[in-house]
């Protein structure tokens, strides 16, 4: 009889194991970093790598990391949500372009156009391996206090802005100490 029971006793706990599974969101991947201080860097500007920008430089504002390739063709049907998110102002964006050819990323924004007060060249991908970027693209909201309060993975939609983005960045801009957020 217990020879029984040993193997039915398994097979209960992967069965519990599997049930569980099957209840998760396989979209929501959690990130680490959500109420954590963003993770420190500077990078060059993609258009002028004479120009650096760093974290520290963007304390003070609520913002969005943006993560992008020009090999992304997630990137390119998220791109137009980007563009009309900042057409109508409603934070500062700022684009990560992760492990891209220089050339290729800056022809990329010549055609589609670019929507970013700052694209950052992250070719080695060193940033976004810091960030927890698992793919492109990505997108983070980051308060302003330098805390990264949201994170996106996959590309933005507009009912992703209305629903989620657009309510933390009244939130997360109405409070002065910015201790709110996801």
């Given at each position: 009889?217990?020879k029984?029971?040993?193997?039915?006793?398994i097979?209960?706990?992967?069965?519990?194991?599997?049930?569980?599974?099957?209840?998760l969101?396989?979209?929501?991947?959690?990130?680490?970093?959500?109420g954590?201080?963003?993770p420190?860097?500077?990078?060059?500007?993609?258009?002028?790598?004479?120009?650096?920008?760093?974290?520290?430089?963007?304390?003070?504002?609520?913002?969005l990391?943006n993560?992008?390739?020009s090999?992304?063709?997630?990137c390119r049907?998220?791109?137009?949500?980007?563009?009309?998110?900042?057409?109508?102002?409603?934070v500062?964006?700022?684009?990560?372009?992760?492990?891209?050819?220089?050339?290729?990323?800056?022809?990329?924004?010549?055609?589609?156009?670019?929507?970013?007060?700052?694209?950052?060249?992250?070719t080695?991908?060193?940033?976004?391996?810091?960030?927890g970027?698992?793919?492109?693209p990505?997108?983070?909201?980051?308060?302003?206090?330098?805390?990264?309060?949201?994170k996106?993975v996959?590309?933005?939609?507009?009912e992703?802005?209305q629903?989620?983005?657009?309510?933390?960045?009244k939130?997360l801009?109405?409070?002065?100490?910015?201790?709110?957020?996801?």
């Open positions: 009889m217990t029984y029971l040993l193997p039915l006793g097979f209960i706990v992967i069965v519990g194991f599997l049930a569980v599974g099957l209840k969101d396989p979209k929501h991947i959690p990130s680490p970093f959500i954590k201080p963003a420190d860097f500077t990078l060059p500007e993609l258009h002028d790598p004479t120009q650096r920008v760093s974290v520290a430089d963007l304390k003070g504002q609520v913002w990391l993560v992008w390739a090999w992304c063709v997630s049907a998220e791109h137009e949500v980007v563009k009309r998110m900042v057409a109508d102002n409603e500062p964006v700022y684009g990560l372009n992760y492990k891209d050819e220089r050339a290729d990323a800056i022809a990329w924004l010549s055609q589609l156009g670019n929507p970013y007060i700052a694209s950052l060249a992250d080695k991908g060193d940033v976004g391996i810091d960030w970027v698992y793919g492109v990505e997108t983070f909201v980051v308060d302003k206090a330098g805390i990264v309060r949201y996106q996959g590309p933005l939609t507009d992703v802005v629903e989620t983005i657009l309510p933390l960045l939130e801009n109405a409070s002065p100490t910015a201790k709110q957020g996801v």
